[in-house]
């Protein structure tokens, strides 16, 4: 069992930047995908971005050139680099770890860290 644990989130002004980390409990290399994901109030938990063990990324159509995913194998570590925030992005974003592209109830989860983008 991998337990994720997310941190890096925050209140940031619109403009501002974050960078999420999700630490894992054991070694990420054998995960094939780790990603984030966000939840706003009253929504659905929604894609952010993924990246494969070899370093293939796939990002949400609305956030490429914002965000960046990217992965630590040797620190077991996967980060997320969110430039020019806007109010809409204001979300608990969370850390996923699986075998596959899609969510599976096999997948790893972290607890969340909330990102609130306000002046």
């Known amino acids: 069992q991998v337990q994720l644990v997310e941190s890096g989130g925050g209140l940031v002004q619109p403009g501002g930047s974050l960078r999420l980390s999700c630490a894992a409990s054991?070694?990420?290399?054998?995960?094939?995908?780790m990603g984030w994901y966000r939840q706003a109030p009253g929504k659905q938990r929604e894609l952010v971005a993924t990246?494969?063990?070899?370093?293939?990324?796939n990002y949400a159509d609305s956030l490429k050139g914002r965000f960046t995913i990217s992965r630590d194998n040797a620190k077991n570590t996967v980060y997320l680099q969110m430039n020019n925030l806007k109010p809409e992005d204001t979300a608990v974003y969370y850390c996923?770890?699986?075998?596959?592209?899609?969510?599976?109830?096999?997948?790893?989860w972290g607890q969340g860290t909330q990102v609130t983008v306000s002046s």
């Open positions: 054991a070694s990420i290399f054998t995960i094939y995908y």
């Open positions: 990246i494969t063990r070899g370093g293939s990324t």
């Open positions: 996923r770890g699986g075998s596959n592209s899609y969510v599976s109830a096999l997948d790893y």
